[in-house]
């Protein structure tokens, strides 16, 4: 296989997997989720940019 082709191959999936995951907000959603860049209640994961929730101290 040539790099051509492997490229060809990797778009032709990309384009699969996206087609497959746009079709509405909701599949959209649940993709990004299972994919571990949002989490359940929604937030951007840290990891992707989204904002570290400070921890509290404890009075101990």
């Not at 990309?14 to 860049?37: P, Y």
Request: cysteine-free; overall charge positive; hydrophobic content about 30%.
């Amino acid at each position: 296989m040539t790099d051509a082709q492997r490229r060809e191959a990797i778009r032709r999936l990309i384009d699969k997997h996206t087609s497959k995951n746009v079709v509405d907000s909701k599949t959209a959603r649940d993709s990004l989720i299972a994919e571990g860049i949002y989490t359940t209640s929604g937030q951007l994961r840290v990891e992707f940019g989204g904002i570290e929730k400070k921890k509290k101290k404890s009075a101990a």
